[in-house]
């Protein structure tokens, strides 16, 4: 089975423009994590779901960050408007709930100038 | 407030000799704890992780170490090799939350 596939892998766009990040988890995990890397910071869970629902975003940094998981294989994270600040690394993982590990996606590097 | 701390931000070792990577985290209801080594633009992968009932785990040359009474996790790598140069993430997790949260990382840099 493939892991986890995120796309794009590299995004640069300018601040105000509007940023999607997709992520498609392993076929039969119920749980989606988005998380953010950064040096000061390390890695951040901005939002997870469980069956498609949201049930912790108390990560997600402001307003301007949304995510959906419209099924069990495809979910998005916007930022719209992007700022320069929100230059990071963004990965997704999935997990299965009768395990223990969460399983990574090779991640979305963002630039905003 | 930083509920996981990796407090070395890097290590350089010594091919053949032990690597210890440290990790304290500051809520005694985490009850289970991972290790992710991560390359350069590629994601994080699970490497070995232990629950709060146990106080070793062994997976071939990396073993992690569990001090519940002083909150703090180690893992040791013997003997390293360069190709465990990589940054490694601890990860702790409480059981019914799904949560886990992340440290800052160490880079660990092994020297042929």
């Known amino acids: 089975d493939a892991g986890v596939i995120q796309s794009p892998r590299h995004e640069v766009t300018e601040m105000g423009q509007e940023v999607t990040l997709r992520c498609k988890p392993i076929?039969?995990?119920?749980?989606l994590f988005w998380y953010r890397q950064t040096m000061m910071r390390g890695l951040e869970l901005l939002i997870y779901?469980?069956?498609?629902?949201?049930?912790?975003d108390s990560g997600m940094p402001e307003d301007r960050f949304s995510a959906k998981m419209p099924n069990a294989s495809f979910s998005t994270l916007k930022i719209q408007p992007s700022e320069p600040r929100d230059s990071a690394v963004y990965f997704c993982?999935?997990?299965?709930?009768?395990?223990?590990?969460?399983?990574f996606g090779p991640g979305t590097r963002l630039t905003v100038l | 407030d930083q509920q996981v701390k990796q407090n070395s931000p890097s290590l350089s070792v010594q091919e053949g000799r032990i690597s210890i990577l440290n990790c304290d985290y500051t809520?005694?209801?985490?009850?289970?704890f991972l290790w992710y080594k991560k390359y350069p633009a590629e994601g994080p992968t699970f490497l070995i992780s232990?629950?709060?009932?146990?106080d070793k785990n062994e997976d071939g040359r990396f073993t992690v170490f569990l001090n519940k009474s002083a909150k703090h996790l180690s893992l040791h790598i013997v003997p390293s090799q360069p190709g465990d140069s990589a940054v490694y993430f601890c990860?702790?997790?409480?059981?019914?939350?799904?949560?886990?949260?992340f440290g800052t990382g160490t880079r660990l840099k092994v020297l042929a």
């Open positions: 993982a999935s997990r299965y709930s009768g395990g223990r590990v969460a399983f």
């Open positions: 076929s039969g995990h119920d749980y």
């Open positions: 779901f469980n069956n498609n629902v949201p049930i912790d």
């Open positions: 809520n005694s209801m985490f009850d289970y």
């Open positions: 232990i629950s709060s009932i146990k």
């Open positions: 990860a702790v997790y409480t059981s019914g939350t799904y949560k886990y949260i």
